[in-house]
């Protein structure tokens, strides 16, 4: 049985994915994912199938032609993390696919602080509706933002939960040349017009000595 590749390429750059996670892709003949994962690897001039919400027709592609072509299906970060993992997992038998892990966004953003995330709630936000996901978290929180639950509408929300003494850092475009990493109190972020990749981590109360 031919298996297809799931392979996490990390947060973005080259030097964050692991070797044997490149060779899957390099060995393939198709690279189906997002316009990012496929830019990654656009120097290996391979076939690509454009990932865009239109996951019925790429999960049907795959299940008529991975006995025919070596597929392999880029995710950003770790693919059990969030990501389409999620359906093919429900749709294919695990001895038909091969996980290659990578590293997760969040891992990278709480290794640029300095920070444990054993102690962390990890969110994504994803598609979610903010009062349902942080109603109640009292921990330090890690979360994944999207085009609508941006740092600016999270830290409006969170400054009318209970949430206003708490400080947050914002962790943009990690592993790229225009990664920013900002500390900041919620009350001061402001709203901006480009959605950017961004992991949002609030500070426990206790740990913040400025505040
Ligand atoms: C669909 S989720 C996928 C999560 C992924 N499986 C992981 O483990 O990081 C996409 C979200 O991950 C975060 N993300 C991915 N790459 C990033 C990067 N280079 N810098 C900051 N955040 C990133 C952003 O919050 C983005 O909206």
């Known amino acids: 049985m031919n298996k297809f590749s799931v392979v996490g390429i990390g947060p973005g750059n080259m030097d964050y994915i692991l070797p044997i996670s490149r060779k899957a892709v390099e060995n393939a003949d198709l690279l189906i994912g997002g316009p990012r994962q496929l830019e990654l690897f656009s120097y290996t001039e391979k076939r690509e199938l ?8 790429i999960l049907t592609y795959i299940k ?8 392999a299906v880029l995710v950003s970060g770790d693919p059990g993390y969030h990501s389409l993992l999620g359906m093919i ?8 696919y091969r996980v290659y892990p990578g590293l997760s966004s969040f891992q990278v953003a709480m290794a640029r602080i300095g920070e444990i995330w054993n102690d ?6 994803h598609g979610k509706s903010l009062s349902k996901v942080l109603e109640g978290k009292g921990k330090k929180l890690v979360l994944l933002t999207d085009h609508k639950n941006t740092p600016w509408h999270i830290a409006r929300y969170l400054l009318n939960h209970g949430y206003e003494g708490r400080e947050a850092l914002i962790a943009e475009n990690l592993t790229y040349g225009n990664e920013k990493i900002r500390k900041i109190k ?3 972020i402001i709203e901006e017009d480009e959605y950017k990749l ?6 426990k109360k206790e740990e913040n000595s400025t505040l």
């Open 89 to 96: 997992s429900r749709q294919f038998s695990s001895d038909q």
């Open 64 to 71: 008529e032609n991975k006995e025919k072509e070596k597929i």
């Open 198 to 203: 961004c992991v949002m981590i609030i500070m």
């Open 120 to 125: 962390a709630d990890l969110i994504s936000l």
């Open 50 to 57: 454009l990932l865009k919400g239109n996951y019925k027709e």
């Open 186 to 188: 919620l009350k001061d």
